[in-house]
Nanobody
């Protein structure tokens, strides 16, 4: 089970830190990522971290978002800075089953409830 938290309403240029707590061990999962769902669009993978610490980001969030994990605590984080209105959406964490970012990435775990991020003045 995945439980996301940390979302909220923030002004453009602001920051948020999302957390994803897994009820089971993520120690041996090859990669964990954060996905974003916006109305009318397919859920897209915006950031991913491998179990060796490698990271990859969607171009639109590169330099603004930072993904990290504490596998001993079975938790994944997403630090979001310089937020823009187009970052608005519901954010979910999951384990992508193939490399890459963007839309159409299959996952290995059941989806959690997500956390809403709204960037608006």
């Amino acid at each position: 089970q995945l439980v996301e938290s940390g979302g909220g309403l923030v002004q453009p240029g602001g920051s948020l830190r999302l957390s994803c707590a897994a009820s089971g061990s993520i120690f041996d999962i090859p990669a964990m990522g954060w996905f974003r769902q916006t109305p009318g669009k397919e859920r897209e993978l915006v950031a991913v971290i491998t179990n060796s610490g490698g990271t990859n980001y969607l171009y639109s969030v590169k330099g603004r978002f930072t993904i990290s994990s504490d596998r001993a605590k079975n938790t994944v984080y997403l630090q979001m800075n310089s937020l823009k209105p187009e970052d608005t959406g519901v954010y979910y964490c999951n384990a992508p089953s193939r490399p890459g970012v963007g839309e159409g990435i299959p996952v290995n775990l059941q989806w959690g409830q997500g956390t809403q991020v709204t960037v608006s003045s």
